[in-house]
């Protein structure tokens, strides 16, 4: 059997690696578009969560995985001057996204996977004499592009706005922050990927946005405002940037999962929003789920295409409809800020998803608790 992998990122290069462990004589292509040093972004956060479904697909993956990662404990939600520390249990790990490709990368090719960069792809019809082609590129992806009706592909955008920065701070807990300003609310998310550096996220309301003037500022411009409306939580440190654009995100969506021996993964199914910090969780599962059923029916791809979307979906749909939930209450949580203190942020925000309850706060972050667990805002919003 061929296989062709339209992508090259953690969703494509997992899914070959592991579709070579089970199945040795399969031939897998993965095509990129970037040179293999070469990515957007700046650090991927994995979740404790998440690190036994890599255990039982590859243990030794996990482990060069989180070798190159940064660990991350707590959470802090600063708000009106007070910050708000959720004493969580358990480290998370964020590692540098180039980082986490040489990882995967180097496995791929250990496994037997062809890695062929710097392959642009217009048309995933071009590989219509492989058995089986994975539209693993991402958001903006060639495979669901090229049938996009036949995938019955829907897409809307958010109304808020967000730039994904870096910077040379490094942010041990977690820090989500929301400063007030003479044109809105703005916020910002940091979490360590390096001993150094973290991801920094920005984001504000589409009025805030347009109030402030960030649409007709230059690169160096934007980057300055953002400077100066975090300089507490930068506490000195400089933005870094890297196709950083303030942009509002796309919601896409697919009816099927895959058109004929086309089959979608991670980001170019679902796409992503980086506020519950489990896109790349997402994605290498789907690759997990889809290898499986391959290699269960070989022979047979649409029978394997088929049970893919059954065994994965039911996981999966409960993960995006939190990602769903948590996007919008980013939507529209701009206008709720002036009510709420730290202590009652903190809460909403924890409940935005409906996945957490007190109990599992208890077992979670039991300093946070014992200090706001009989809150009335705890009440309210987890009661």
Not at 245 to 262: E, F, S
Request: proline share 3%.
């Amino acid at each position: 059997m061929r296989i062709a992998v339209v992508g090259g990122g953690p969703a494509g290069l997992y899914f070959g690696t592991l579709m070579r462990k089970l199945l040795p004589d399969t031939s897998v292509d993965v095509y990129e578009q970037n040179a293999a040093q070469s990515t957007f972004g700046f650090g991927v956060g994995l979740q404790s969560g998440s690190w036994s479904y890599f255990k039982a697909d590859n243990p030794a993956l996990l482990e060069d995985i989180l070798k190159a990662s940064h660990m991350i404990r707590g959470h802090q939600i600063v708000h009106k001057g007070e910050t708000v520390t959720l004493d969580y249990t358990q480290d998370d790990a964020g590692i540098e996204r180039l980082a986490l490709l040489h990882v995967l990368q180097t496995h791929a090719a250990q496994a037997g996977v062809e890695l062929k960069f710097c392959e642009r792809i217009t048309d995933a019809r071009q590989f219509e004499a492989y058995d089986l082609i994975v539209g693993a590129d991402g958001v903006n992806s060639v495979v669901r592009n090229s049938f996009e009706k036949e995938f019955g592909t829907t897409r809307r955008e958010l109304t808020a706005k967000m730039a994904w920065y870096g910077t040379t701070k490094a942010f041990n807990s977690g820090r989500i922050s929301f400063r007030k300003t003479p044109y809105g609310w703005f916020w910002c998310v940091g979490y360590a990927h390096s001993p150094t550096k973290s991801t920094f996220l920005a984001e504000c309301d589409d009025e805030a946005y347009r109030a402030s003037g960030l649409a007709d500022m230059s690169q160096e411009e934007q980057i300055a405002f953002a400077e100066r409306i975090f300089a507490e939580d930068l506490d000195g440190a400089s933005i870094l940037y890297n196709n950083s654009i303030w942009r509002a995100l796309p919601v896409i969506r697919v009816k099927h999962w895959n058109v004929g021996k086309y089959a979608l993964v991670g980001d170019a199914l679902h796409s992503p929003h980086p506020s519950i910090g489990s896109g790349t969780r997402l994605a290498m599962d789907d690759a997990s789920a889809l290898a499986r059923a391959v290699a269960a029916q070989p022979d047979d791809i649409a029978a394997a295409l088929t049970a893919y979307r059954a065994a994965r979906e039911p996981s999966k749909s409960k993960l995006v409809g939190a990602m769903e939930a948590s996007m919008e209450w980013y939507e529209t949580i701009a206008d709720k800020l002036d009510d709420m203190d730290a202590e009652e942020l903190t809460f909403c925000y924890l409940a935005r998803t409906g996945r957490i309850s007190l109990d599992r706060l208890r077992e979670m972050a039991p300093g946070f608790m014992a200090t706001h667990g009989n809150s009335d805002a705890a009440k309210r919003w987890l009661g």
